[in-house]
């Protein structure tokens, strides 16, 4: 047998070897493809719950703070209230 023909031959049984492996390894690829995909969604869904939780914060937000607005005013009030009485400035 020639060098090129041994060398063929040894070729054909590494490739013999690989297929089976490559395809597995493939295989596995599509199943976390499919997985990554999976979990993409769940993240999308996510991302809608945590932005109607976030409107829903900024509204409360909006309406806490003129009540405190007010009593911010109601405290200052009462602290130059009471440094006239006390005589400070």
């Known amino acids: 047998m020639r060098a090129g023909e041994y060398a063929q031959v040894c070729s054909a049984q590494q490739l013999n070897k690989a297929i ?6 493939r295989d596995d690829l599509k199943a976390v493809h499919k997985i990554g995909e999976e979990t993409l969604g769940e993240i ?6 945590t932005d109607a939780t976030l409107e829903e914060i900024r509204g409360l937000r909006e309406d806490i703070q003129p009540g405190y607005a007010s009593n911010f005013r109601q405290i200052q009030a009462d602290v130059r ?9």
């Open 20 to 25: 089976p492996l490559l395809l597995d390894m």
């Open 81 to 89: 209230a009471i440094k006239d009485r006390l005589g400070m400035q």
């Open 44 to 49: 999308k869904v996510m991302r809608k719950n």
